[in-house]
């Protein structure tokens, strides 16, 4: 086969398969519109606006996967959407959330995707077989009997009706080879046009997200700060204080009683292994050198097999990412696994840590779930959340929090790499 041939074969197999699975996904957009149109009049009502953000979730998600489908067809980076819906909301906070403009966008998407994804499904594969089928009619129409004859347009009962039916096969394959990438092209740049925020939108929102993750970084990194001066203040400053009481001791032990200096040197010795080894932790805390050496994964490991509630590991094509990321990805295991070992009753934990590709970036992501008694929620002081959170929105990563009374509880949290 010529270079040139193959290669417009493989493309418009490529443009079917697109069209194809976009008309799959018209029974998902139609329902999704149903839920919708379901929605609008229970708005009367306090119930409908507690629905607004699920319902909302659910456009994001399907456009989301939209996005991603038309942005791969055409090899063309789709920025990420990160927007947090899992609340609480205000009412003004649903009603703000209903009437944003990506949601605006997204609903006018639906619209075009319902109307376009049937002609997709039935034209693009229709012209395709029938150009099969029509074409090769001379190759099989004699095997079939007389009664029953091949019938498209028309009975083929003669070998001058097959051949004209094989010139109907080419006039829909010439169809075929023009109008499916036309189509193809035209359905992924419209649901490109529709999706994407306009520049400016885009800018804010960067704005914005960097405002968010700025703040959030110096509320970390002044936790971070507090956390170091207590433990050194009540660890290694205290230790560090009775080495030199212990010294001064031994000194005046060595003027009046050298053999009474021994037990004195003894315990200065004792309190400066203390504080070494205290020292030695808040190290540790601060970048933990196992990242260095076993990397992500080694550390994690390492955290699941010391944990007091029977832990697993399980990592899905996991890559190396920034040293800052993997160490805040550290951070953020320790604190889900000392937060199930001290609020869930939990029996068993499974922690999965995998890296999902997009067109734009690589973003780490880190599930901890176990069976304990749920209930967990990022409003519950006390329980850690609310600090994995802060070091997850440094990153501008999203955490959202699963846990049902009477469990299980998922902690998911999304990390970007690209930093």
Not at 12 to 33: I, K, M, N, P, Q
Not at 86 to 94: A, H, I, R, Y
Not at 181 to 191: H, L, Y
Not at 297 to 317: D, H, I, K, N
């Amino acid at each position: 086969m010529h270079p040139t041939l193959a290669t417009g074969l493989r493309q418009r197999r490529r443009d079917l398969a697109y069209l194809t699975v976009e008309g799959a996904h018209w029974f998902e957009s139609l329902a999704l519109l149903v839920i919708v149109l379901v929605l609008l009049p229970l708005l009367a009502l306090s119930v409908g606006w507690l629905a607004v953000p699920r319902v909302v979730g659910l456009l994001y998600s399907s456009a989301d996967r939209a996005r991603t489908r038309s942005g791969r067809f055409r090899r063309t980076a789709v920025p990420l959407r990160r927007t947090d819906l899992t609340g609480p909301f205000t009412v003004k906070e649903q009603a703000g959330l209903a009437a944003a403009p990506a949601t605006r966008r997204d609903l006018v998407w639906l619209l075009f995707h319902i109307a376009v994804a049937p002609v997709c499904a039935v034209l693009a594969p229709g012209l395709a077989l029938g150009a099969v089928l029509y074409t090769l009619t001379p190759a099989y129409w004699w095997a079939f009997a007389p009664r029953a004859p091949v019938t498209y347009a028309f009975e083929v009962t003669s070998w001058p009706l097959a051949f004209a039916t094989a010139g109907i096969g080419l006039v829909y394959g010439a169809l075929a080879w023009g109008l499916i990438p036309w189509m193809a092209g035209r359905v992924s740049a419209a649901s490109l046009a529709l999706l994407r925020p306009g520049r400016s939108t885009q800018l804010a929102q960067r704005v914005d997200a960097l405002s968010a993750s700025r703040a959030a970084a110096l509320d970390t990194h002044s936790a971070e700060l507090r956390r170091i001066e207590r433990d050194l203040h009540d660890g290694a400053q205290n230790r560090l204080v009775g080495v030199v009481m212990m010294l001064g001791l031994a000194r005046r032990a060595l003027e009046n009683d050298p053999a009474g200096a021994l037990p004195f040197l003894d315990r200065a010795q004792a309190s400066a292994t203390e504080a070494l080894a205290g020292l030695r932790a808040v190290v540790h805390d601060i970048y933990p050198p196992v990242l260095d050496e076993l990397g992500l994964e080694g550390a994690a490991a390492s955290l699941t097999s010391r944990c007091a509630v029977p832990s697993a590991l399980r990592t899905v094509g996991l890559r190396r990412a920034p040293a800052a990321v993997e160490s805040a990805a550290y951070f953020v295991v320790a604190e889900a696994l000392t937060n199930v070992v001290k609020h869930s009753g939990a029996h068993h934990v499974d922690v999965v840590l995998r890296t999902d590709s997009t067109l734009d970036e690589d973003v780490l992501v880190i599930e901890v779930s176990d069976d304990g008694r749920g209930g967990a929620s990022l409003a519950s002081r006390g329980t850690g959340l609310v600090g994995i959170a802060r070091r997850v929105a440094a990153f501008e990563g999203t955490l959202t929090v699963d846990s049902p009374t009477g469990g299980p509880t998922t902690v998911k949290a999304e990390l970007p790499c690209a930093y």
